[in-house]
């Protein structure tokens, strides 16, 4: 049987007596990569961040690698690399230099700081530039310094919410393609939420498609299986 990286186990957010997110229960296995899906406003941001550990569940808890997110938060999280908000880096110093900066949050004596940086920019593709000032990288490239980042920590599960919002078709491709490397190559889980249903139809193992904070939707593509029809169809019941 595979491992279970991620298990949310029925999770629910309330906000002044009103459910963000209602139930919800779903697990992710070691390799594969799960699209999150939802119309606007039905919560996809709001389990994310119950995901990552940013705000506490009402009920329910989420298990990392079988570690609590609850309780066990430190632990858990150790095994997260996550994009949630766009993210931030200095413009005025380089990719490098930024990477460097977020490193030693990690613990790192400077020799190993190094050849991590260095290790994580190559798997992004970003080796070339990375000692051009942050200001001069294209959106795409900013994304991938974002991933760069977040796998600073070696993580077993990468969470990216709408990593590929504001791309043009390269820096999509681009995108697409180092998160199946990340997969196929480095054996990475991913939980990936977006808007973008031919994008996630050409990359994700598992889809998840909340609706008003409900889970309603869960299971595996197939060929035959087209994912804007589904959606559709379940987000205008
Ligand atoms: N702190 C909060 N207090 C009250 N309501 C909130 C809060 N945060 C989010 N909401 C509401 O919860 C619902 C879900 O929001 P959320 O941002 O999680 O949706 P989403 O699926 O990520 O939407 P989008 O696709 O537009 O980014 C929305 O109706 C939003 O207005």
């Known amino acids: 049987m595979k491992k279970t990286v991620l298990e949310c186990r029925n999770v629910s957010k309330r906000i002044r007596g009103k459910y963000l997110i209602k139930d919800v229960t ?3 296995e070691k390799g594969v990569i799960c699209g999150l899906l939802g119309p606007n406003g039905a919560g996809k ?15 329910g808890d989420v298990f990392i690698q079988n570690q609590s997110v609850g309780t066990m ?9 996550a994009i949630v908000e766009s ?13 460097r900066n977020l490193a030693r949050l990690h613990g790192l004596s400077k020799s190993e700081i190094s050849k991590k940086v260095k290790e994580v920019l ?32 070696n993580p077993e599960l990468l969470i990216l919410d709408e990593p590929a919002n504001g791309l043009d078709p390269m820096g999509m491709r681009e995108l697409r393609e180092l998160i199946l490397t990340l997969k196929n190559r480095y054996g990475k889980t991913i939980l990936i939420s977006s808007h973008l249903l031919d994008e996630l139809q050409k990359i994700c193992d598992q889809i998840l498609i909340i609706r008003e904070g409900e889970l309603v939707w869960k299971g595996k593509l197939d060929q035959e299986k087209d994912l804007e029809e589904l959606f ?6």
Request: proline share 4%; glycine share 8%.
């Open 87 to 99: 993210p931030i880096f200095f413009p005025y110093m380089t990719g490098r230099d930024n990477l």
């Open 122 to 153: 190559e798997i992004v593709g970003l080796e070339t530039r990375a000692d051009e000032k942050v200001r001069t990288y294209s959106l795409g490239m900013k994304q991938r310094l974002g991933i760069a980042q977040s796998l600073l920590g």
């Open 26 to 28: 779903f697990h992710v």
């Open 45 to 59: 941001t709001t389990l994310i961040r119950m995901l990552t550990g940013l705000i506490r569940p009402t009920k």
């Open 73 to 81: 938060r430190e632990l858990a999280l150790k095994n997260v690399g």
């Open 232 to 237: 559709i169809e379940l987000v205008s019941q």
